[in-house]
């Protein structure tokens, strides 16, 4: 059964780490592009990373690029993504995705056919 569960939120101050994980079910994990998404309550879901299933190529949008670095342990099919230096801007609620090919641009939410729960990130000033 496909299945995406995140873990790893929490809070913290600005300058700080979290490390997120997102346990994949073993078919979503080896066949499929994985991304981070984040959403603020009143606001359009942002993506934040993406590995390509052949875990060489790894996305990462502007505002965390040089932060947050996303991993992939194949022992387990975990997902994970070290956020360094955090910003109270980075604050809300990650989720995992999951989605077969790249139709549509990596960032575009559409794509994605598998939502993990969420995971809340709190990052005070």
């Known amino acids: 059964q496909a299945q995406l569960v995140e873990s790893g939120g929490g809070s913290v101050q600005a300058g700080g780490s979290l490390r997120l994980s997102c346990k994949a079910s073993?078919?979503?994990?080896?066949?499929?592009?994985i991304a981070w998404f984040r959403q603020v309550p009143g606001k359009a879901r942002e993506a934040v990373a993406c590995k390509a299933p052949s875990g060489r190529v790894t996305y990462y949008a502007d505002p965390v690029k040089g932060r947050f670095t996303m991993s992939q342990d194949k022992d387990n099919y975990s997902l994970n993504l070290v956020m360094n230096d955090l910003k109270p801007e980075d604050s809300g609620m990650y989720y995992c995705?999951?989605?077969?090919?790249?139709?549509?641009?990596?960032?575009?939410?559409?794509?994605?056919?598998?939502w993990g729960q969420g995971t809340q990130v709190t990052v005070s000033s």
């Open positions: 073993k078919d979503l994990a080896t066949s499929n592009y």
């Open positions: 995705a999951a989605r077969v090919n790249l139709d549509l641009m990596w960032y575009d939410e559409a794509g994605y056919d598998y």
